[in-house]
């Protein structure tokens, strides 16, 4: 897809009253408590892609291509608003190494490759993208989860508690710090989250990750999040 096909006139619009709207929220209830010492830089990560889509949803939908989409609509907003990005995929193309022959060789060499790219980012903070997946249809909902490096939580909360907020009043997830086996996670060393956005499982979040009002919905909420988080070293 591209950029220009969403880059609708109303969406920078919508984006500046969710910011806004982020903004006044933070300003109550919200603590920084640790925030990076170098300038930041907004490191976005669209899980899977490549060989690893992900999980299926039911009609077809791949998480991966989900996943891009957000953090392609998050990076239009984060330049939009002058913050500094790297994405660790920008397709669902990727190029493995010759000697990565398997799937799983090939999802290895991919992981060691966004971790050296984060790990080489000075003033990274890690935002990965995720949709959920289970095998029953009930569970819905977003869920930010953290690394246990500095400050991923203090992010974390900020996003859950924005998100729950202004996305999905009714969501009784909470910011847990992460605890499956995700190798980006475990070995990057900045801030690190990451969020689930939805359950593909779901009908009713999935119907909302389809559509392209939710989807800038979630990038411009997770902006707001991380520019309430960096705020304090923004220059
Ligand atoms: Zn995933």
Avoid at 60 to 71: K, M, P, R, Y
Avoid at 149 to 166: F, K, M, P, S, V
Avoid at 197 to 224: I, Q, W
């Amino acid at each position: 897809m591209s950029e220009k096909r969403w880059i609708k006139w109303w969406y920078p619009l919508l984006a500046v009253v969710f910011l806004a709207i982020v903004a006044l929220a933070g300003q109550e209830d919200t603590e920084i408590t640790e925030a990076p010492a170098l300038p930041p830089v907004l490191v976005i990560d669209p899980g899977h892609g490549g060989a690893d889509g992900g999980a299926v949803a039911a009609d077809g939908t791949t998480e991966s291509g989900i996943n891009l989409d957000i953090a392609l609509r998050l990076r239009a907003l984060a330049r939009f608003w002058g913050v500094e990005t790297v994405m660790t995929r920008e397709s669902e193309d990727i190029s493995y190494p010759d000697s990565a022959g398997s799937i799983a060789a090939k999802k290895v060499a991919d992981q060691h490759a966004r971790v050296g790219l984060v790990n080489n980012t000075p003033g990274a903070v890690l935002l990965s993208i995720h949709q959920n997946n289970y095998p029953a249809a009930a569970p819905h909902g977003i869920q930010v989860f953290y690394g246990k490096t500095d400050g991923g939580r203090e992010l974390a909360e900020i996003a859950q508690g924005n998100l729950t907020a202004l996305l999905c009043p009714d969501n009784r997830r909470l910011a847990v710090p992460i605890d499956r086996d995700i190798y980006l996670m475990k070995n990057v060393n900045c801030p690190a989250v990451l969020v689930e956005c939805g359950f593909l499982s779901n009908p009713g979040d999935l119907d909302h990750l389809k559509t392209d009002t939710y989807r800038m919905e979630l990038a411009a909420v997770l902006l707001g999040s991380y520019l309430q988080y960096t705020r304090g070293t923004v220059t």
